[in-house]
């Protein structure tokens, strides 16, 4: 008899984690063996409150739109499971779950934290002598994810970033009037999403004029001279900087103090406003601050074709490892060329991915650590390629229903 399978996504949205989750259903409705595929909404917590949907009978066309919408179909979660040694019960319920559904394998998307979860699972599996295999398929805008080239919704995101940063370009060199406008991007330890900006240059507009990232040491009195330094030629300055940046002590430059979520990251906000204030106190020059938040993960309209693209094979991939036996992975893109762009798809033990983090190389940063370099601009530029074609209701995009998340 054919066993079932679960899927389930989990962490923080990006475009692309749907084309993901379609790309598994897709590999599991046409696969030899599997019979139905559940998903747990709510991610892991679905699982251990019982809260399915099933998918088995998705029609080409659903797959298609769901490939195509933002955020995520099934919910999310940012639920950290137990050390089994403290809690083993948590482990018993969820495979109990597994055993009365006919379970043969557990898909999930997700970043660091979800390949944490796809870590322990595999453990108990193996400690209880479980035949489930366990998968994990990536995805972060955050893009730091080791082992893997880039993760999937990191290039829809800085699509969109470089796409709004040459629009507020535009935007600020209307006026005849010195100007610095702060852009705030999220990056709590890593940089990829603020490097994106630099793709937002012409040969007209040098914006952003000024580039930080928490990979290097940020100092106040330097980003002032920086500042200062440009306003002399240029009139409108344009920085962008990264969430996370911090002194050389490790303090966060951030208005309010940062609080830690349940996995022991800082929750950060206010680096863009408290840069404005410092600049309007030195400087005296009008400033104005943007923070692009949730935007930046849920902008479909601006989606990369290639990012969509390389999801949905992740996730169909993972399918196929799974059927030839393989667990305790994650599925990951490994480069093999810049021009023309080219990738593999393979996998690799999770257990070397979980809770590490994948930083901006140093040499990708200029030597004064306010831009970024040549090879920066080569490694991202295929990865925002391509346009989408979306369904519109009325001349707005049109998504699936979700009615399962919102009633």
């Excluded at 006026?175 to 793709?199: C, F, H, K, N, P």
């Excluded at 004029?209 to 001279?225: A, G, K, R």
């Excluded at 050389?248 to 430059?253: L, R």
């Excluded at 970024?372 to 995009?397: A, N, R, S």
Aim: net charge negative.
């Amino acid at each position: 008899m054919k066993k079932n399978c679960i899927v389930a996504q989990s962490g923080g949205p990006t475009v692309a984690i749907n084309a993901s989750l379609a790309g598994v259903i897709d590999g599991v409705i046409n696969s030899q063996t599997f019979d139905k595929i559940y998903g747990a909404v709510h991610g892991i917590q679905g699982v251990l409150r019982n809260n399915f949907l099933d998918l088995s009978d998705s029609s080409d066309e659903f797959i298609k739109k769901l490939s195509y919408s933002p955020a995520m179909y099934l919910g999310s979660c940012r639920f950290k499971l137990p050390d089994l040694s403290a809690d083993k019960a948590t482990y018993e319920t969820i495979f109990k779950t597994f055993e009365e559904m006919n379970i043969g394998a557990f898909f999930y998307i997700g970043g660091n934290d979800s390949m944490d979860t796809v870590d322990k699972l595999s453990k108990y599996a193996k400690e209880i002598g479980s035949d489930i295999l366990i998968a994990g398929i990536p995805k972060t805008i955050d893009n730091d994810l080791v082992v893997t080239d880039h993760t999937p919704g990191f290039g829809s995101a800085a699509k969109y970033i470089a796409t709004s940063m040459r629009e507020m370009a535009y935007d600020t060199y209307i006026y005849d009037i010195q100007s610095v406008l702060i852009v705030e991007i999220m990056g709590r330890d890593a940089g990829w999403l603020t490097a994106a900006s630099a793709l937002a240059r012409t040969e007209f507009s040098q914006a952003p004029h000024l580039i930080y990232l928490p990979e290097t040491s940020f100092d106040e009195e330097q980003f002032i001279e920086d500042i200062k330094a440009l306003l002399p030629v240029k009139k409108n300055v344009i920085v962008a900087v990264s969430e996370g940046i911090h002194d050389a002590e490790g303090n966060y430059v951030s208005a309010t103090s940062a609080v830690a979520d349940k996995f022991g990251h800082a929750q950060l906000s206010g680096t863009g406003k408290y840069l404005e204030n410092l600049v309007s106190t030195k400087l005296g020059v009008k400033v104005r601050s943007v923070e692009i938040n949730v935007l930046q993960r849920s902008a479909a309209h601006m989606a990369s074709k290639t990012d969509l693209d390389e999801a949905f094979q992740l996730g169909k991939m993972a399918v196929k490892f799974v059927e030839d036996g393989h667990s305790e992975f994650m599925t990951i893109l490994t480069r093999t060329s810049d021009k023309p762009y080219s990738y593999q798809i393979s996998h690799s033990p999770v257990i070397h991915i979980a809770n590490q983090a994948k930083s901006v190389p140093r040499e990708w940063i200029n030597q004064a650590g306010n831009d970024v370099t040549v090879d920066m601009l080569t490694y991202l530029k295929p990865l925002v390629t391509g346009e989408i074609e979306l369904c519109y209701e009325d001349g707005i995009p049109f998504y699936p229903n979700i009615k399962h998340l919102t009633s």
